[in-house]
């Protein structure tokens, strides 16, 4: 599930009604089902017994398109229009609209998100570096700023605590712990736009 969870943030890290029959939504159409199929080509890569050797390049639009395309429930509740951009030697770059409010009703009350002097729907950002290899990752959290105000990087580690729960990891899980890549993949490559997956 960790797993998954990260390489979601990585990779994709979609609205069900969105995508209208203008030239603009075609064109997000066609991005969001390119990276579905590349995604399962992954996955069966990955399962067979004796994998290829093969590198599938994703690009911000097709990640972007792909979230976009999501239907609302497959959302964390309160997470609104994610957007993920891919940026050389390994950095990240994601934002979306957050609810303070749910947030801070979940933690404790000596947390960073319940110190926080802002409340409602605030733009996050945040910023990191993925490095992998051998079929290892880990993301390092660079900055992280709500409603362009510089906050401690242990608030982005409660967003992803709090949006990750599940029955087997109730308190979610640590972001920048090591964690193993899915599918067979030996490591993510990145440039300006674009993650080369290496398997």
């Known amino acids: 599930m960790r797993s998954r969870v990260i390489f979601g943030l990585v990779l994709a890290l979609g609205s069900v009604a969105l995508l209208s029959a203008s030239p603009v939504a075609s064109a997000a159409r066609a991005d969001a089902d390119a990276l579905r199929q590349k995604f399962l080509q992954i996955a069966a890569n990955g399962m067979a017994e004796a994998p290829e050797a093969r ?11 792909y979230i976009q ?15 993920v951009s891919i940026l050389p030697d390994g ?5 979306a609209t957050v609810d303070l409010d ?3 009703a979940a933690q404790p009350k000596d947390s960073a998100a319940a110190m926080l002097p802002l409340s409602g729907k605030v733009p996050v950002e945040a910023i990191g570096v993925l490095r992998t290899g051998q079929g290892v990752g880990a993301l390092t959290i660079e900055s992280v700023t709500v409603s362009g105000v510089a906050v ?43 993650a080369v997956i290496v398997q």
């Open 152 to 194: 401690p990087k242990s608030m982005i580690q409660e967003l992803v605590a709090y949006y990750a729960r599940s029955g087997n990891a109730p308190e979610g899980f640590n972001l920048e712990a090591p964690f193993r890549l899915p599918a067979k993949i030996r490591e993510i490559r990145t440039a300006r736009g674009q």
């Open 69 to 83: 395309a999501l239907p609302a429930e497959e959302l964390p509740q309160g997470l609104v229009a994610p957007q």
């Open 102 to 104: 749910a947030l801070r």
């Open 91 to 95: 950095r990240l770059s994601g934002r």
């Open 55 to 65: 590198q599938t390049a994703i690009t911000d639009e097709e990640v972007n398109a």
